[in-house]
Nanobody, 127 residues
Framework: QLQLVESGGGLVQPGGSLRLSCEAS????????IGWFRQAPGKEREAIAC????????YYVDSVKGRFLASKDFTKNTVFLQMNSLKPEDTADYYC????????????????????WGQGTQVTVSS
């Protein structure tokens, strides 16, 4: 059973950077696509990025494109989300999710029913 544990959230000033980690255990990440989601206070969860399974092309929604970068480190069995030029509107709980269904991350980001979820990590962007 795959398990995901996120870390790396925190408080950062506007314009700053954070790197979120999503460490997997119980299986190898090269079998899964990974989605990144966030949920801001009072808002619905939104899918913001995804990265493929073993040839990890990544995709992003417009609101984070050019600022966020997802990557996979197979030696650490961990996925990262590097977040740069953070804005107050990026404040949210961030989640990683994994699934075998490769079409969840083919050409676009979408809110798919991923099977495995991490517990989330909070990101606050404020001065």
């Amino acid at each position: 059973q795959l398990q995901l544990v996120e870390s790396g959230g925190g408080l950062v000033q506007p314009g700053g950077s954070l790197r979120l980690s999503c460490e997997a255990s119980g299986d190898r990440l090269d079998s899964y696509v990974i989605g990144w989601f966030r949920q801001a206070p009072g808002k619905e969860r939104e899918a913001i990025a995804c990265i493929g399974h073993n040839n990890p092309t990544s995709y992003y929604v417009d609101s984070v494109k050019g600022r966020f970068l997802a990557s996979k480190d197979f030696t650490k069995n961990t996925v990262f989300l590097q977040m740069n030029s953070l804005k107050p509107e990026d404040t949210a709980d961030y989640y990683c999710a994994a699934d075998f269904r490769y079409y969840f991350c083919q050409g676009r980001v979408s809110d798919e029913p991923y099977n495995y979820w991490g517990q989330g990590t909070q990101v606050t962007v404020s001065s």
